[in-house]
């Protein structure tokens, strides 16, 4: 392993981000519905593969940032500042001792509200059931994020078993497709996939072969966690333009959290980072890849059509899971839509002409 703490990478720096974009309003948003209805405001935050809680900068190492870790402890010190009935526990996993005698001080240091803040030196896979077993756990966040892809399906699908857990797991597709080239790989693969089917992506195209094997692995998802939303999008590596090193996929089961991940997500759609790392110069592309932005109205139109009559809130719900669209582009594209003539919106007596929400119906013209 590279000497400890790591140099950070672009694409890194852009994972910690997203982390740091999403954590602050989930744990907001849990605590205030918990507050609302009178429960105690406690939350977990499992960072599966800690690793030492700070990189350097660049290299010349004269600074840091902070890792994982970190940046979720601030945000709960944050959060309890605003309030301090709430609680958010964080377990740290790492199974190097290097990492985590970097990490302790650190992680300590900073726990000015004496909150469960706890490091376990383990491997993820053992030390996630010790968690599991230990009682009933409260709204769970835990993010997985190993070098590598030896995590099992079935840890994912055992964490996912507590309905109000959400698993973050970074899924590194540029080192799968090396591995499903190498017999010596089958085993661990089929325990990351569920099962071998990945051994008929047969494409030579490194690109093909990347979506191909993603898809699967949602699908899997899917099929063996029993979760309710998949959310994958690709982040881009600076200069390996369409083939990106990792995966974020987002697990919940709940509409709202899905939502707001993709929300939180959409924001770093026009940054320049993505621009430059798939190698294009216009500002045409949407950070969730996988989906056709340009066949997206068609997508909405087609929906109708297979529904006839659609709330708003309905097809909100779908877009979010199936295409690229987030709230104010489904909008747009459904006005547009109604101007073309091709749709109908059949809105509720108070709401605005000039947009479309809530419980508005929509059919075919
Ligand atoms: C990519 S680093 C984590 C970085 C950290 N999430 C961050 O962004 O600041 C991966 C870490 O996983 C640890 N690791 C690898 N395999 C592991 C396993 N099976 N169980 C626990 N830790 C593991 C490594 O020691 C390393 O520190």
Redesign the pocket.
């Known amino acids: 392993m590279r000497q400890i703490p790591w140099v950070i990478q672009e694409q ?1 720096q852009l994972k ?1 981000d997203i982390l740091k974009k999403y954590v602050a309003p989930w744990a907001t948003i849990l605590f205030q519905q918990a507050k609302k209805i009178k429960c105690t405001q406690k939350l977990l935050y499992i ?1 599966g ?3 030492p ?1 700070i990189y350097y900068k660049d290299e010349s190492k004269s600074e840091t940032v902070d ?2 870790p970190i940046i979720v402890a601030k945000i709960a010190n944050k959060l309890i500042h605003e309030d301090r009935e709430r609680i958010f526990n964080i377990i740290c ?4 001792t290097k ?1 985590l005698e970097l990490l302790k001080p650190q992680l300590n240091n900073i726990n000015i509200y004496k909150q469960f803040w706890d490091i376990r030196e383990n ?3 053992n030390e996630i059931y010790e968690i599991l077993n230990e009682k009933k756990l409260p709204p769970t966040f835990c ?1 997985i ?3 590598g892809y ?1 995590i099992d399906i079935s840890v994912i699908r055992d964490i996912l078993t507590n309905p109000i857990s959400e698993v973050f797991v970074n899924f590194m597709i540029y080192d799968v497709v090396r591995a499903t080239g190498n017999t010596s790989m089958i085993d661990t693969l089929t325990k990351l996939f569920g099962d071998n089917n990945f051994t008929d992506i047969t494409d030579t195209i490194p690109e093909n072969k990347q979506e191909k094997l993603l898809s699967l692995y949602c699908e899997n998802l899917k099929k063996y966690t029993d979760v309710k939303y998949v959310l994958p999008f690709r982040v881009n590596t600076p200069r390996m333009y369409s083939r990106p090193r990792f995966y974020l996929i987002h697990l919940s089961n709940h509409f709202i959290a899905l939502k707001l991940m993709k929300d939180r997500m959409h924001n770093f759609c026009t940054t320049n980072f993505k621009l430059e790392a798939l190698g294009k110069k216009e500002n045409n592309i949407c950070l969730f890849d996988l989906f056709e932005e340009i066949n997206f109205k068609d997508l909405l139109l087609d929906k109708i059509k297979l529904t006839k009559n659609i709330t708003y809130n309905e097809i909100e719900e779908w877009a979010y899971e199936n295409t690229c669209g987030v709230s104010k582009t489904i909008k747009q594209k459904l006005i547009e839509l109604e101007k073309d003539n091709k749709i109908k919106i059949d809105r509720l007596p108070r709401q605005r002409k000039s947009t479309v929400s809530g419980n508005a119906r929509i059919s075919l013209k």
Do not use: A, H, N
């Open positions: 890194t910690l960072d593969f800690s690793g809680g890792g994982s996993i790492d199974k190097d990492c491997l993820f896979e993010f994020d190993p070098f030896s």
